[in-house]
């Protein structure tokens, strides 16, 4: 079998403009109240072993290992709960079944981190087993349906770049991809582009020249799935896709837009999906609209980190404004917003590759 393969090499904050002391601070405060509130099982009391996955994640991306140095136990717990919940088919879901793939992609996105730097061995068996099911469910036109099934036609934008990201994973891990299965999902994603025109095709002129953006399935654009399908070119090396910049300035103005919050209140920029992607799309394509946005968000996450000293269940966290609520939803936005506070740190194998020129070749270019 053919493989993807790409190295990793240190990276490091490109300034002080990058990382600032209450940056720092509030990254520090949402780790203290997700060690404080993880609870004995490890999963923050949630049964999304994405958002469990989630939740480790977080730590990694601000140099934190499993089993060292002080957060070492707290990693380990939601990593462990993870690993201790795969299903021998692979799958990583004990939720809904409706959420089958969501939690598979991002517990195998977050998995493939941690076995990047830390090798443990454990990770190896159950990310294989785990990337084997993303490969076997792939549908005919490349996505993926909510459901761990094959089937003709995969159901959104969201499912396929949850897959596509757990993918890149295994790539920065050194472990073997097939390329036609990273080529695929690249297709099912550029194929939910949509110009303002209302043309899909990209052989048509119209598409290309005036503005558009990526949707959900075809018709329904968002912010969200503007930055997801940028993750998804961006992290495979299809850096000069004409669709990139679109959708980039679609980002754009959503981040113009945002105001800086006064109250506290604790909600991340639109929801804790939404952003999770916005803050990997302007890393990943860097540059100017990197250092244009990235102080906006970082700067609004400060600005609404809920502080209650008073209160230890409290205190420190975000929330997601969408989909998720309780505790679950506190550890969605907390563990989002930490990843993003940390990003500059570039600790984790995905933050870490300039342009993968080997597997930019095998999969070739639109």
Known sequence: MAALCCGSTTGRAEGDWEITPAGERALDQGLEWLARNQGPKGNWGSDDLGLVALGALSFAAAGHLPGRGRYGDVIDRAVQYVVRSARPSGLLNIANPQRDM???????????????????PQLSRVLD????????????DGGWDYRAKRQRNGHDLSLSVMQAKAIRSAVDSGLEVPPEVARQAIHSVRIRYRASNGSRDPDDPRTRMGPGQFTYNGSRGTTAMAAAGVVCLQEFGQYDDWRISRNMDVIRREIQQLKIPTDRNGRVPWDAYTLYYVGQAIYQVGGGIWRECYPILRDHLIASQV???ADPKQDGH????????GVPGQLYGT????????????????????????????????
């Open 102 to 120: 969501y939690n598979h992609g991002l517990a195998t996105f977050v998995l493939g981190q941690m076995f990047g730097m830390t090798r443990d």
């Open 129 to 140: 087993r785990a990337l084997k099911l993303i490969y076997s469910t792939q549908c005919d």
């Open 307 to 309: 502080e209650r000293p």
């Open 318 to 325: 975000w929330t997601s404004t969408r989909h998720v609520g």
């Open 335 to 366: 563990s989002t917003a930490c990843f993003i506070l940390a990003i500059p740190n570039r600790f984790l194998p995905i933050l870490q590759e300039g342009k993968i020129e080997g597997l930019r070749k095998q999969l070739g270019s639109d």
